[in-house]
């Protein structure tokens, strides 16, 4: 396996997921506004969902979602993908010890492209860690329909030290 990435093989305590949902849904309180919920957790890829709200509504004449929600999301989960591959990392340390890693976290950069209308009642996100280095991580973002059809996707790249 590449030193850059993390292992594949890794299984997350439930301790460490409960507690880097509860940072992701509640603690991040922007996260809790835009109805964040985490569905997966893995070392290499990560999953959550959002309902659609009329809080989130960005073109009033055909209930589509804002395109900054949509942004917001992916950023969201591309440091959440940072996050558990960090935690994948440093499995020698407590689940609270690597979660406590995550206060240096912050996004460099966030390429967003937007393929389709956002329009339905429930979107799946997805994120992927491409490459984990010792100061940066880059991720690759999905933002799709129910369907699975891809609607937005993006890059970014996180500080992670």
Do not use: W
């Not at 850059?4 to 992701?24: C, L, R, S, T, Y």
């Not at 591309?78 to 990392?89: T, V």
């Not at 880059?138 to 059809?149: I, N, Q, Y």
């Amino acid at each position: 396996m590449k030193k850059d990435m993390p292992p594949h093989n890794v299984v997350f305590e439930d301790e460490f997921i409960a507690g880097v949902k509860d940072i992701f849904e509640k603690k991040i309180v922007f996260n809790e506004v835009l109805g964040l919920k985490v569905t997966s957790i893995t070392p290499t890829v990560v999953t959550a969902t959002i309902d659609m709200r009329h809080e989130l509504v960005g073109h009033f004449s055909y209930n589509r979602i804002h395109g900054g929600v949509i942004s917001a999301c992916l950023d969201t989960m591309g440091g959440l993908a940072c996050m558990a591959a960090m935690g994948a990392r440093h499995m020698d340390e407590p689940p609270l010890q690597r979660m406590q890693r995550f206060a240096k976290l912050g996004t460099i950069d966030l390429r967003v492209d937007y393929l389709r209308p956002g329009i339905g009642e429930q979107f799946v996100l997805r994120a992927e860690v491409l490459r984990l280095g010792s100061r940066v991580g880059s991720t690759r973002m999905e933002f799709a329909g129910t369907d699975g059809k891809l609607l937005s996707c993006g890059s970014g790249s996180y500080i992670v030290s």
